[in-house]
């Protein structure tokens, strides 16, 4: 039997019995010590899924548990979440007039203060923020404070870290390096890390396993290599990778060999040539994307995209043979 932390037994909870928010009958289990990454887009219930795990918010039907033992709900408990879980919002949660040591530190009780200093040192050195340890909060960017919230929930030999859009704040310099840094982290201490996020790249880069939810449904859950290479529904695609979906009728004009309704590829699927055995397209635009580039292609009136690794190769207007190398069918 595979070691669950988290279960969630046909969880749902609902706002607004008039329009469609929180979650509807949703069953999965998180093994211990893996990233779990919840995508979907805004409203999907990403962070009422977060929250009733971490026993903020109240379930109107279904169970969790954690370690087999219920997760009592706010209404249950004097003060609402779990004491072996800890949660980092959009808002951090620091005293802002306090430095950085001493926010890390108030997590620790002072019955050791040596092992107390050890583990706030140990932390900020794994999160790169020893060098700011003196600092107030209120000097910090956006992206330092973060850090200073992840050490803070990390410190406490927390079992469970919930991270609610852990990136919103942090520039895209930045952002890769903090990913690194939470994965390697959690590979050094055995954490188990639910992450919620509208950026798919989040629970790409970050994430053993992926859970795709939409309209408070979970459509999918996997490896993300399974998910983005086999997804289940057109909108998982879309969200992971910006998928080209086309019509029946599109997809005959180009040439695509299909029964169901709608067909559907990413743009590096679509392989460009030289020969004149493959596809005729014009060049519409170009999109620099740094070390490669998309091409907007055109033909018999219908618009994919291509990646081109060699920029400059095909620019505005040209013409180039392309065909799609693989495609999906949807109903």
Do not use: C
Request: proline share 2%.
């Amino acid at each position: 039997m595979e070691d669950h932390i988290i279960s969630v037994k046909n969880l749902s909870k609902q706002y607004q019995t008039a329009q469609a928010s929180g979650v509807k009958n949703i069953s999965f289990d998180i093994k211990r010590g893996h990233i779990v990454g919840i995508i979907g887009e805004s409203g999907s219930g990403k962070s009422t899924l977060l929250k009733s795990i971490y026993g903020l918010v109240k379930a109107d039907e279904g169970e969790l548990q954690f370690n087999g033992k219920r997760i009592l709900g706010p209404d249950e408990q004097l003060i609402p979440g779990h004491k072996e879980m800890k949660m980092v919002t959009q808002d951090f949660s620091l005293n802002i007039y306090a430095k950085v040591y001493d926010n890390i530190a108030s997590m620790l009780s002072n019955t050791n203060l040596k092992s107390k200093q050890e583990k706030t040192q140990e932390m900020m050195e794994r999160l790169h923020i020893d060098h700011l340890k003196d600092k107030k909060i209120t000097e910090l960017s956006g992206g330092e404070q973060q850090r200073v919230a992840i050490a803070k929930a990390m410190v406490s030999d927390t079992s469970v870290l919930l991270l609610d859009e852990p990136f919103s704040q942090v520039d895209a310099l930045l952002k890769n390096q903090l990913r690194a840094d939470i994965k390697r982290v959690a590979a050094e201490t055995g954490i188990t890390v639910i992450l919620v996020s509208h950026d798919p790249a989040d629970g790409l880069f970050l994430a053993d396993e992926l859970l795709i939810l939409r309209q408070g449904e979970l459509l999918q859950r996997g490896a993300p290599a399974d998910i983005y290479n086999h997804p289940d529904h057109i909108y998982t695609a879309q969200i992971l990778g910006n998928a080209v979906v086309l019509n029946a009728d599109e997809a005959l004009k180009l040439g695509l060999t299909v029964t169901q309704k709608h067909t559907l590829f990413y743009p590096e699927w679509v392989e460009l040539k030289g020969g004149w055995n493959s596809r005729r397209f014009q060049v519409l635009d170009v999109y620099y994307k740094g070390f490669y580039e998309e091409l907007l292609l055109e033909r018999n009136g219908v618009k994919i995209r291509a990646i081109q690794l060699n920029r400059g190769a095909h620019k505005k207007n040209d013409h180039v043979q392309a065909s799609v190398g693989r495609f999906l069918g949807y109903d």
